[in-house]
């Protein structure tokens, strides 16, 4: 009889989650850890992944932190090394370092921003190359650079494990009227989201189908609308689209995610895990 407890159980392994000190990287590092991995919480705000990693420790949980651009090939490398470093090995690659301008004004204090949050005010045809180009280094380029970094101890240890952020901007287009608000200059999500999260769906196919006579599986999980602050106008409009008529608590993917990182899911790779509250399903 299969012992259901030891599916989700990760001790002995090893977690690196990028955008470890976001909104939903920290929970992912909590959940990951509190499942018994030893984490490595890697994000660009250095200062902001220690204060995650130390929070963890504080709860007799083991964790190291280390800043890293996703963008810089030789910081990638460093990430990795520092992995192995504290640790010995590497089995789970959590990529949810991103770009991603959203309403709540929270997320927007906690993390770096590399585009400037004007920009959510710039129209398509006027919208800056500049800032497409850098979304894409981050989105995509930068998950590039963790993979291509995370697979080789993953291959020589025979497995391994990747899980690539996507969203439910991946799969539909944003609705843009939920970002208006009357006699306000308008509000737009940027062309690069959805863009850049649905090339993170062919990267986890392609990924998937590369290695999967290695023993790495490779999966996406998106999210939808997670409540981090943002006002009543929103959170209105949002809910009224999503089949269960809410947004989502910033604990809610943690489920999702420990399911896709352990053997729980071992007969699963190459998919995309929709945890959106119903919002795609009409």
């Given at each position: 009889?299969?012992?259901?407890?030891?599916?989700?159980?990760?001790?002995?392994?090893?977690?690196?989650?990028?955008?470890?000190?976001?909104?939903?990287?920290?929970?992912?590092?909590?959940?990951?850890?509190?499942?018994?991995?030893?984490?490595?919480?890697?994000?660009?705000?250095?200062?902001?992944?220690?204060?995650?990693?130390?929070?963890?420790?504080?709860?007799?949980?083991?964790?190291?932190?280390?800043?890293?651009?996703?963008?810089?090939?030789?910081?990638?490398?460093?990430?990795?090394?520092?992995?192995?470093?504290?640790?010995?090995?590497?089995?789970?690659?959590?990529?949810?370092?991103?770009?991603?301008?959203?309403?709540?004004?929270?997320?927007?204090?906690?993390?770096?921003?590399?585009?400037?949050?004007?920009?959510?005010?710039?129209?398509?045809?006027?919208?800056?190359?500049?800032?497409?180009k850098q979304a894409l280094e981050v989105n995509l380029t930068g998950m590039f650079l963790c993979c291509q970094s995370a697979i080789p101890p993953m291959l020589a240890q025979g497995q391994g494990v990747i899980i690539n952020l996507s969203?439910?901007?991946?799969?539909?287009?944003?609705?843009?009227?939920?970002?208006?608000?009357?006699?306000?200059?308008?509000?737009?999500?940027?062309?690069?989201?959805?863009?850049?999260k649905a090339g993170v769906l062919g990267l986890t196919r392609y990924l998937a189908a590369y290695y999967g006579e290695q023993n790495i599986r490779v999966n996406a999980l998106s999210p939808g609308g997670v409540f981090n602050g943002h006002?009543?106008?929103?959170?209105?409009?949002?809910?009224?689209?999503?089949?269960?008529?809410?947004?989502?608590?910033?604990?809610?993917?943690?489920?999702?995610?420990?399911?896709?990182?352990?053997?729980?899911?071992?007969?699963?790779?190459?998919?995309?895990?929709?945890?959106?509250?119903?919002?795609?399903?009409?």
């Open positions: 009889m299969t012992d259901l407890p030891k599916l989700f159980d990760l001790h002995s392994r090893v977690a690196v989650v990028t955008g470890g000190a976001g909104l939903l990287g920290s929970e992912f590092c909590l959940t990951l850890a509190q499942a018994g991995a030893q984490v490595m919480v890697a994000d660009l705000d250095g200062d902001g992944a220690a204060i995650t990693a130390a929070r963890l420790q504080q709860q007799g949980l083991s964790a190291h932190s280390v800043g890293v651009d996703v963008t810089d090939p030789a910081s990638v490398h460093n990430m990795v090394a520092e992995a192995l470093a504290a640790f010995g090995r590497l089995d789970i690659l959590v990529n949810s370092a991103a770009l991603d301008p959203k309403m709540d004004p929270e997320h927007l204090a906690e993390q770096p921003a590399r585009i400037p949050e004007e920009h959510n005010l710039t129209s398509f045809e006027h919208f800056p190359l500049e800032a497409w969203s439910i901007y991946g799969l539909a287009a944003p609705d843009q009227r939920l970002y208006t608000r009357p006699g306000q200059p308008p509000h737009y999500k940027p062309a690069y989201y959805p863009v850049t006002d009543d106008t929103f959170v209105q409009a949002y809910s009224a689209r999503a089949v269960l008529g809410r947004m989502a608590e910033k604990d809610e993917m943690n489920g999702a995610l420990l399911f896709l990182a352990s053997d729980a899911s071992a007969y699963m790779t190459g998919s995309n895990l929709v945890v959106d509250g119903g919002w795609t399903t009409w």
